[in-house]
């Protein structure tokens, strides 16, 4: 295709708006479950998915929902258009990166939040191996939660 | 991001996110976490840093989100952790956190600068092709 300044400026004005009705529907869907969360917090909700049962405070499933609403909202936009998938699934595609963008990627959160401990306790913080049974553990299960979905949006 | 990025320099299209994605979690923050009003301005003056740094993952990276992803799960696991350890924090432990998450981002950012450029460019013809 030819790139004139009319293409430019018709694709410009057709994202933005994409863009914006995004942003609207999101902020809208996110920060309605958030306050219903707060009604009524501690009613727990019992799911049964063939034998397995799972039971999860209010508080926590609408939170938990709020959190998935970017990646949520993306998948139905495109839907919706009848746009492909492919350009978002691509991007989980293994990146071509150094080693050290990975090891940053990993590392340095962790270091964060233990600088936040020693600067909590006074220097006098000290770490325990079950914490690092306790973070692999974590990390697992958030491995399909809020970040997946909202770097999804 | 791509959607800025026809519009805007990467460094605006990243402030703008930035802003977008802290007022995002203001309502998480305040009404579902309960913080204080001096921790709501340290976490989303951390979410604002956090996305810069996770922008310039995503743009080193030739726009792909798996290092984005690696680093907010692994920030969500550390934080976790942390609040299970010391359920209440003082201000100043937060404030060094936020200050070194923010000397990170900014370096972060100019140490990719050139690669982040020509990330914003390649971003612009593949959406305009």
């Known amino acids: ?153 | 991001m791509p959607a800025l990025l026809r519009t805007h320099s990467a460094t605006s299209a990243v402030a703008a996110i930035s802003l977008i994605w802290g007022i995002w979690h203001s309502v998480l923050y305040v009404l579902v976490l309960r913080v204080s009003l001096f921790s709501f301005a340290m976490n989303f003056a951390g979410i604002v840093a956090l996305s810069v740094v996770l922008a310039t993952l995503y743009m080193v990276s030739d726009q792909n989100l798996i290092l984005p992803i690696l680093f907010h799960i692994s920030w969500n696991t550390g934080l976790s952790l942390v609040n299970r350890i010391e359920p209440t924090l003082h201000a100043h432990s937060l404030i060094v956190q936020t200050l070194v998450l923010w000397v990170i981002a900014v370096m972060l950012w100019f140490f990719y600068r050139e690669e982040i450029q020509a990330a914003a460019a390649r971003s612009l013809e593949r959406t305009l092709s």
């Open chain 1, 1 to 153: 295709m030819k790139v004139t300044d009319e293409v430019i400026t018709n694709t410009t004005r057709r994202w933005d708006r994409a863009a914006t009705t995004y942003c609207a529907i999101t902020f809208l869907f996110s920060w309605s479950a958030w306050v219903l969360a707060t009604k009524e917090p501690d009613a727990v909700l019992s799911i049964a998915i063939l034998s397995l049962n799972v039971t999860v405070t209010r508080h926590h499933a609408l939170a938990l929902i709020g959190n998935l609403a970017p990646g949520i909202v993306t998948i139905l936009m495109l839907l919706v258009t009848r746009k492909s998938l492919r350009p978002l699934l691509v991007q989980l595609r293994f990146p071509r990166c150094s080693k050290f963008l990975f090891l940053f990627s990993i590392a340095v959160p962790v270091a964060l939040n233990f600088l936040l401990l020693v600067a909590e306790d006074g220097m006098r913080f000290e770490a325990d191996k079950t914490y690092v049974v306790l973070f692999l553990n974590t990390f697992a299960l958030n491995l399909f939660l809020g970040p997946l979905w909202e770097e999804f949006g």
